[in-house]
């Protein structure tokens, strides 16, 4: 995979909130149209598109009980759960099924995001 693409309202409180909440930096912008983000050490990126429209894109119901695209994946998903709680961020509750951990939260559009261990 080479990049996921997210939508979003306003393209610069958006970088801002990805950079400055989630760490995530800057490859590429192309404003005012889009970013790109780095996430890890090498793909995928997160390309930031500034939309109109409805937003978010809600995840369909199901009985896997998933509510948003895509995971971030954590070695530590204590200490980024307490510090995205500690940056403001509204964070769900660490669940558990199995060995899996995991939890979710929303960036400002309110497009659903998810973190994993």
């Known amino acids: 995979m080479d990049g996921v693409f997210m939508p979003v309202s306003d393209l610069t409180r958006s970088v801002r909130w990805y950079t400055e909440v989630l760490g995530l930096e ?3 912008r192309d404003e005012p149209h889009a970013a790109v983000l780095k996430i ?3 793909l995928p990126a997160l390309c ?3 939309s109109g429209g409805p937003l ?3 995840f369909p119901p199901n009985r896997y009980d998933v509510t ?7 070695a530590d998903i204590d200490a980024v759960h307490s510090e995205l709680a500690a940056r403001g961020v509204d964070v769900s509750p660490i ?3 199995d060995a899996l951990r ?3 939260f929303q960036d400002p559009d309110g497009n ?3 973190v994993v261990n």
């Open 112 to 114: 659903g995001l998810g």
């Open 40 to 42: 890890g050490q090498g």
């Open 102 to 104: 995991y939890f979710g």
């Open 68 to 74: 948003h695209f895509f995971n971030f994946k954590a």
């Open 56 to 58: 978010p894109a809600p």
């Open 26 to 28: 800057i490859r590429h």
């Open 48 to 50: 930031l598109v500034q």
């Open 95 to 97: 669940y558990q099924s």
